[in-house]
């Protein structure tokens, strides 16, 4: 069985382009990746992701929003996440269940164990063997969010980051909430450092839990 790694934190705090970086220095010692995100990640769910993050839509309840997002998980594991796994590919995926209890349960205010009943359907169960937190300041994340959403061409998914900054403090303390009842499984890297020192730290770090697992 593969290994299944998780990427988590607020809004600009680099997650993705550390998952680029990342998988560019698995490849290059031979592991077989897969490179998946949520909202999305199959055509079916891509379709959900442009209904969540559009603008556009934000007079959509918090209820509907966490379904559509559990609905969104179930297809993704079955098309993308489990044969990944079972054909023994290290799958890193930018969020997963995490981000569901962050943002639609510390941040939304959506009780935790109904988001960790649809967690478990959608998911059959499974849970990351790792999960990397990039944790930095919510003004910081905010400020290159908007930066890098000004310079794309494409849609402008920001349903998110125009939410009130207390609802982004809420959603990264309820992260490092999370990291801390299970340090066993988080490993939290300073999102605050230049992309060139936090893709060390997080190279680092998966490269120890990985190789300790082997040996």
Not at 77 to 85: C, F, G, R, S
Request: proline share 3%.
């Amino acid at each position: 069985m593969g290994w299944f790694i998780t990427f988590e934190g607020g809004e600009g705090c680099g997650k993705t382009t550390q998952i680029k970086l990342l998988a560019r220095q698995l490849a290059e010692r031979g592991y077989t990746l897969r490179v998946t995100r949520e909202p999305g990640g199959c055509p079916i769910a891509d379709q959900v992701r442009s209904i969540l993050l559009d603008a556009a839509n934000r007079a959509m309840t918090p209820m509907t929003e966490l379904l559509l997002y559990a609905a969104a998980r179930a297809q993704h594991m079955q098309e993308i996440i489990i044969p990944a796994q079972a054909s023994g590919s290290i799958v890193l995926c930018d969020r997963f269940t995490d981000a569901t209890i962050a943002y639609q349960g510390y941040g939304r205010g959506l009780d935790l164990a109904t988001i960790e009943y649809l967690n478990h359907i959608a998911t059959d169960g499974l849970k990351p063997r790792l999960s990397v937190l990039i944790d930095c300041p919510v003004e910081v994340g905010l400020e290159r969010a908007f930066a890098r959403i000004n310079g794309s061409a494409g849609a402008r998914e920001e349903r998110f980051e125009l939410e009130s900054v207390r609802f982004h403090q809420r959603v990264r303390d309820g992260y490092l909430k999370l990291a801390a009842e299970e340090p066993e499984r988080f490993v939290v890297i300073d999102g605050n450092r230049s992309v060139e020192e936090t893709a060390a730290a997080v190279t680092a770090a998966v490269l120890a839990r990985i190789t300790e697992s082997s040996s």
